[in-house]
């Protein structure tokens, strides 16, 4: 079946301790993305990336990081959460970037940074 | 820099009527505009996406209009039935391989 899964679906934290969420597709897409989803303020993009090892930023991209070693993997790095990271954030992957193609999207992991 | 509103933030529709949702931009008209459905705690699921030089597209009982003068796109559910009650997000690209999102309206189809 094809999908795209992240881990932990909920994860709660304290402030400076880092974390990774994990996101895999088994779909061979080349794009992949990360956007987070606040009250008020819709999915924002915090990361995105066309291929292996290229990366770049979305419209949120400050207190995170990411990286792209393998194809289908694409995590996201908070080095150092504080508490206005904590959102419902998601992963997606499609076959071309830039909206040319359908995007598909994980499940969400619910962040809450105390 | 390129924003999006989409027309309300709830829309209530009676049933078997059509429901037409808003997405409109500022500034330069994207390649591509897609929309999204998305019910409560779960992911966006793509539904249909219209490129530049199409005015329009049909799958099943849906239909969007993209009307780069107006800068606009319509979103259009005919024959609407209460398990189309969801949030709807349109997306659009920014030619540089980000995409934005609008912040969704929410559609309630009443029995």
């Known amino acids: 079946e094809a999908q795209v899964t992240q881990n932990p679906r909920y994860l709660i934290t304290v402030t400076g301790k880092k974390l990774t969420v994990t996101c895999s597709q088994n779909?061979?897409?080349?794009?992949m993305s990360w956007y987070r989803q606040d009250p008020g303020l819709g999915l924002r993009q915090i990361y995105y990336s066309m291929n292996v090892e290229a990366t770049d930023k979305g419209d949120v991209p400050e207190g995170y990081k990411v990286s792209r070693k393998e194809k289908r993997n694409f995590p996201l790095i908070l080095e150092s959460p504080s508490p206005n990271q904590t959102s419902l954030y998601f992963c997606?992957?499609?076959?071309?970037?830039?909206?040319?193609?359908?995007?598909?999207f994980g499940p969400g992991t619910r962040l809450l940074v105390l | 820099s390129q924003k999006i509103e989409q027309n309300s933030e709830a829309l209530n529709i009676q049933e078997g009527k059509t429901a037409t949702l808003t997405c409109n931009y500022t500034n330069y008209s994207p390649a591509y505009l897609q929309w999204y459905r998305q019910d409560p705690g779960r992911g966006p699921v793509f539904l249909l996406l219209i490129r530049e030089n199409e005015k329009e597209k049909r799958k099943e009982r849906l239909k969007v209009t993209f009307d780069t003068t107006l800068k606009q796109s319509l979103f259009h559910i005919t024959a609407s039935q209460p398990a189309d009650s969801a949030t709807y997000l349109c997306?659009?690209?920014?030619?540089?391989?980000?995409?934005?999102f609008g912040k969704g309206t929410r559609l309630h189809i009443l029995p």
């Open positions: 997606a992957s499609s076959s071309l970037g830039g909206g040319a193609e359908t995007q598909y």
């Open positions: 997306a659009l690209d920014m030619r540089d391989d980000k995409i934005i």
């Open positions: 779909m061979n897409h080349e794009y």
